[in-house]
């Protein structure tokens, strides 16, 4: 069975300072892998997922199959940047609906 | 693009009475609409997919004869909450998917906040 796990419901840091949201996955075979951000308020929204290889908004996220980790990363982080995020996993064998199946999430607060 | 509506935003019924809540996709066709719930401080958990006209695919442990899903059109999904119960009680959102046109990507409505008393 595939899942997704956060190990961080709850990560802060100061405007500026570097952040790393933590994902790991178990899956067996090659999964498609997503990182989702919940602005307050505001609805489920596709951050980046990794075959697209870009960064958005300052975020990059590597997929480690070695660690089946799939962590998001930016070097500068901002207060903007204070949302509720979940990384997430699909099985691209699926083609007509990809089902996903979502970690925890990780609640970033970016202090002033 | 690709906007996701869900009505109601927010709803409050009587234990045993049913409740309907529509997912619509607002400037796309969704070939395939998903049904997820998600309790306080909890992940999204997938209920169900479905596919415009055929019957929806539950998954592990959601029953289906509760949880009536209809998806009747390539814009409009419905679930129905079928005799709730408090344990009912939960945000339910949809997530739409334009197939390959969109990259298979989903998109999200803002949920529903339903209320069982």
């Known amino acids: 069975a595939q899942r997704v796990t956060q190990p961080e419901k709850l990560l802060s840091v100061f405007k500026g300072a570097p952040v790393e949201l933590k994902c790991n996955y178990s899956y067996s075979g090659s999964p498609e892998l997503f990182w989702y951000v919940q602005y307050s308020r505001q609805r489920l929204q596709l951050l980046l997922r990794?075959?697209s290889r870009e960064s958005i908004k300052g975020f990059t996220a590597d997929l480690n199959k070695g660690e089946t980790s799939f962590h998001l990363k930016k070097p500068f982080a901002q207060e903007e940047d204070s949302a509720m995020y979940y990384c997430?996993?699909?099985?691209?064998?699926?083609?007509?609906?990809?089902?996903?199946?979502f970690g925890e999430g990780t609640q970033l607060t970016v202090n002033p | 693009g690709a906007v996701v509506s869900q009505h109601p935003s927010r709803v409050i019924c009587k234990s045993g009475t049913s409740v309907k809540i529509e997912c619509r996709s607002l400037?796309?066709?969704?070939?395939?609409m998903f049904w997820y719930r998600q309790f306080p401080k909890q992940s999204l958990m997938l209920m169900a997919t479905?596919?415009?006209?055929?019957?929806?695919?539950?998954e592990q442990g959601v029953e289906k004869d509760k949880f009536l899903i209809n998806h009747a059109s390539l814009t409009l999904s419905t679930l129905t909450v079928t005799s709730a119960h408090p344990e009912d009680s939960s945000f339910y959102i949809c997530?739409?998917?334009?197939?390959?046109?969109?990259?298979?990507?989903?998109?999200f409505g803002p949920g529903t906040r339903l209320t069982v008393t």
């Open positions: 997530s739409a998917s334009g197939g390959e046109w969109l990259s298979y990507e989903q998109y």
């Open positions: 997430a996993l699909s099985d691209p064998r699926e083609t007509s609906g990809s089902r996903l199946t």
């Open positions: 400037d796309f066709q969704a070939t395939t």
């Open positions: 990794h075959i």
């Open positions: 479905s596919n415009e006209g055929s019957k929806a695919t539950y």
